[in-house]
């Protein structure tokens, strides 16, 4: 396994939309190792989830996951999850607004709103199509990266930029409230 390089905002992938993964391939020795790169990628920078073309391939991929986390303190867990080509279905009329921050959009925070529930259909890593109810901030990371498969970051969610926070200072003044 090898941990990726991440691409930032700015690098063209991140705002690319990413090309769906032919199902045959999903088992394939390629994909297979992209995505436990991924996961480890995503590990090792305490992000809560990650999508391929954050790690500059523009494929229709990304895995989720929440443990204990140093940059989420009090969310989770939720169990590894791999979405390729995932659809989301239907989502639910409620909104719900919270902070969100990206590997790619690093060291900032803002508060975006999002569905507070959906549903979604995906393929998992063996190739299988599932469908997953997801709430709350499992349902919050399934809407963000979807957008980066459709080449949209955080950013693009925000109604405006008043929220939009340096990470130190967010640290400084939210979460210690
Ligand atoms: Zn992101």
């Given at each position: 396994?090898?941990?990726l ?5 700015g ?20 994909i ?9 990628t995503?590990?090792e ?16 991929l990304?895995?989720i996951?929440v ?6 303190p ?8 791999i ?20 590997l ?19 393929y ?8 997953l109810q997801?709430r709350g901030?499992?349902a919050?990371i399934?809407q963000?990266e ?14 405006n930029l008043q ?6 200072e967010f ?7």
């Open positions: 396994m090898a941990i390089k991440v691409a930032r905002l690098h063209p992938v991140i705002r690319k939309p990413s090309v769906s993964v032919p199902k045959e391939t999903i088992t394939s020795p390629e297979q190792r992209l995505i436990d790169n991924m996961i480890e995503m590990r920078y305490d992000g809560v989830g990650i999508a391929a073309p954050q790690v500059h391939e523009s494929k229709q990304a895995v996951e443990t204990e986390n140093r940059r989420y009090g969310e989770g867990p939720i169990p590894l999850t979405l390729v080509n995932p659809k989301i279905l239907s989502t639910s009329k409620k909104l719900v607004e919270d902070w969100e921050g990206c790619s959009v690093n060291e900032f925070r803002g508060r975006v709103p999002r569905a507070e529930s959906l549903e979604v259909e995906a998992n890593r063996k190739g299988e199509k599932v469908r997801a901030f499992f919050r399934i963000h979807c957008d980066h498969l459709a080449g949209k970051v955080f950013l693009d969610r925000m109604p929220s939009l926070t340096h990470l130190q640290i400084r003044y939210q979460q210690e409230q």
